[in-house]
């Protein structure tokens, strides 16, 4: 090869890795010289052919990326009836996501039909079932939600995945990194129960594969999704200059789910925030502080009804943890049921109140399985069910700090008491009226 013609020939993005000689190779075995702009660098015969490649690659990257970010973020325009496609797109540049106010004038997402779960193909050959909860067990934090939870997927059509997503009332908007999480993450959360089901349907026993389908279900067990509304005043449908807010999580649940089912399980309210308070509470915890927190939370409390409705106070974000140590909003259990209520019919609801649920366990179960259309057990698997040690107790740690102070329970039996009888009534239960001489629950 022509040394000088090749250093003079050579002046390209990309270096002519051909023109390499051989040097010496009693000295250089192995080793290849390359010429590139009058630099010499050692490579192997195998680096001279794929180096070109590996820049070229690199190149298109680069300028790929470059490109991508300088695009802005922008809001999803959507025309006619949203398909899974649209679900899947919840992501934007930068990681932002956004919810499209237009979403609400759409029609619901169509499901696959005569299938019990709400399950659609993500892709046309049927490879992949993308699935969302059948029902959701939405509250109440510190109510025994976890034990309920455990028991129900106990039963072999009720099929686990993680507990609490929280991505209505929250990831949605914002993780721990800063960023919302898109909906196909959330969808993911239900990839075991989205296999069992596609299993169901593909399988071999065609003539049964919607009869073994339709006997599966999951749930999404997020304790906030009946009262956590915070930011609401940020979120699209809903007027910053108002006090309380217009749309809720419940209409952005039925506006892609209609049929869905709810679950809720009530607390007394003050043993409630009690247990809420030691579990979420950090270091120097003790009955005293307590008391400190209650008597500031009512006190803010009773100013903010002096000005604005009280549903108004309870959507205030004011009353968020990062605040205020104590969720006194929480336990006001009428205004949310109202709300959704308002929102989807009372039969796709089931409310239970935790002490009756644990003296009736077998039959509070029984009914929850006949709410859910779930086939009934056998007497064997029934006793497995009944018989689980209860979950979420009390850690050992706050059982040595003792019960609150019996000023403390007085303050807060007379706070919740009209909220406890607005709850009997609307829904037309007296038991509620029960928890002003109610004792401490075990259940954490």
């Known amino acids: 090869m022509d040394l000088n013609r090749t250093r003079a020939g050579h002046r390209t993005a990309f270096p002519s890795w051909n023109g390499c000689k051989r040097l010496n190779d009693t000295k250089f075995t192995a080793e290849f010289m390359c010429l590139q702009s009058d630099i010499f660098i050692p490579f192997t015969k195998t680096w001279c052919k794929i180096i070109p490649w590996i820049l070229l690659t690199l190149g298109i990257f680069l300028t790929v990326t470059y490109r991508y970010a300088q695009i802005p973020p922008r809001t999803i325009e959507v025309v006619g009836k949203f398909p899974p496609k649209f679900l899947e797109r919840g992501a934007l540049q930068n990681g932002t996501v956004f919810d499209n106010p237009s979403i609400f004038e759409l029609e619901p997402q169509d499901f696959i039909p005569n299938l019990k779960n709400p399950c659609w193909w993500k892709s046309t050959d049927k490879r992949q079932l993308r699935c969302l909860p059948y029902f959701y067990l939405i509250g109440?934090?510190?109510c025994g939600t976890t034990d309920l939870y455990r028991r129900l997927i106990s039963?072999?059509?009720?099929?686990?995945?993680?507990?609490?997503?929280?991505?209505w009332t929250r990831l949605r908007y914002k993780d721990r990194h800063g960023v919302g999480v898109p909906f196909e993450r959330y969808v993911n959360t239900f990839s075991l129960p989205s296999n069992v089901i596609r299993q169901a349907l593909v399988g071999k026993q065609r003539l049964n594969r919607y009869n073994l389908a339709n006997q599966i279900i999951t749930v999404d067990a997020s304790a906030s999704t009946m009262w956590d509304n915070v930011g609401w005043e940020r979120r699209p449908g809903n007027d910053p200059s108002k006090s309380e807010p217009d749309i809720i999580v419940a209409h952005r649940i039925r506006?892609?789910?209609?049929?869905?089912?709810?679950?809720?399980i009530f607390r007394d309210p003050v043993e409630r925030l009690y247990s809420d308070f030691l579990f979420f509470g950090k270091d120097g915890l003790s009955p005293d502080l307590f008391h400190k927190y209650?008597?500031?939370?009512?006190?803010i409390f009773k100013k903010c009804t002096e000005h604005l409705s009280l549903r108004s106070c309870a959507y205030d974000s004011k009353f968020n943890m990062d605040d205020l140590p104590?969720?006194?909003?929480?336990?006001l259990y009428h205004i949310y049921v109202k709300d959704w209520f308002s929102v989807f019919p009372k039969k796709q609801?089931?409310?239970?109140?935790?002490?009756?649920?644990?003296?009736?366990?077998?039959?509070?179960?029984?009914?929850?399985?006949?709410?859910l259309n779930l086939l009934p057990l056998h007497?064997?698997?029934?006793?497995?069910?009944?018989?689980?040690?209860?979950?979420?107790?009390?850690?050992?740690?706050?059982?040595?700090?003792?019960?609150?102070?019996?000023?403390?329970?007085?303050?807060?039996r007379?706070?919740?008491?009209?909220?406890?009888?607005?709850l009997a009534q609307l829904l037309n239960n007296d038991a509620y009226l029960s928890w002003d001489a109610q004792h401490p629950s075990i259940v954490e």
Request: proline share 5%.
């Open 140 to 142: 109440m934090p510190k």
């Open 155 to 167: 039963h072999p059509s009720v099929i686990s995945s993680k507990k609490e997503p929280h991505w």
């Open 255 to 264: 506006h892609i789910q209609p049929n869905a089912k709810f679950i809720a």
């Open 294 to 299: 209650v008597v500031q939370a009512i006190g």
């Open 326 to 331: 104590v969720r006194l909003r929480v336990g």
């Open 349 to 371: 609801m089931l409310f239970l109140q935790l002490d009756n649920y644990h003296q009736n366990l077998r039959g509070n179960i029984e009914k929850i399985f006949k709410f």
């Open 379 to 412: 007497e064997d698997q029934m006793k497995i069910i009944i018989k689980q040690d209860i979950h979420n107790t009390r850690k050992e740690s706050t059982v040595k700090l003792g019960d609150m102070w019996n000023k403390t329970r007085q303050m807060l």
């Open 414 to 422: 007379q706070f919740y008491a009209p909220h406890n009888r607005e």
